[in-house]
């Protein structure tokens, strides 16, 4: 069976995720990218959105993790999105990629990103 997917894609907030004292202390923005596989077909045939996954609300979790409790890296972080996405019945897997475009590289960079992959 192939499983449809729903993204959301450059969801953006300030949070104090990082390892250097400056990172907690003044934070910077994260933006994120959720890939849902979800089976959509039920929704599709009822056109009620109780039969599929709200993006509003997966949106929301993110901002949520992003702006909440710290973290030293953005591995952990992802994998706190992950398992939210993961925490809705419909959804089968999940893809997430953080970017960290103010990341303290030491030279000039156009993004870091991390990219997990979660399947229930």
């Known amino acids: 069976m192939t499983i449809d997917r729903i993204c959301v894609t450059g969801i953006s907030a ?5 390892v250097l004292d400056f990172e907690r202390r003044d934070g910077q923005t994260f933006i994120v990218d959720v890939d849902l596989g979800v089976d959509t077909r039920a929704a599709a045939a009822s056109d009620d959105l109780n039969q599929t996954v709200n993006y509003a609300e997966v ?5 949520a ?3 909440g409790e710290p973290h030293n ?3 952990k972080v992802a994998q706190r999105i992950a398992d939210a996405g993961l925490a809705y019945p ?4 999940v ?3 953080i970017h960290k ?3 303290p590289v030491g030279v000039e960079f156009g993004d870091v ?7 229930r």
């Open 59 to 63: 949106a929301a979790d993110v901002v």
């Open 73 to 75: 890296l953005i591995e």
């Open 65 to 67: 993790i992003i702006t």
């Open 95 to 97: 893809v997430v990629v």
């Open 90 to 93: 419909l959804v089968h897997d």
């Open 14 to 18: 300030h949070g104090y995720h990082g």
């Open 101 to 103: 475009p103010q990341a």
């Open 113 to 119: 990103m991390v990219r997990i992959e979660r399947t």
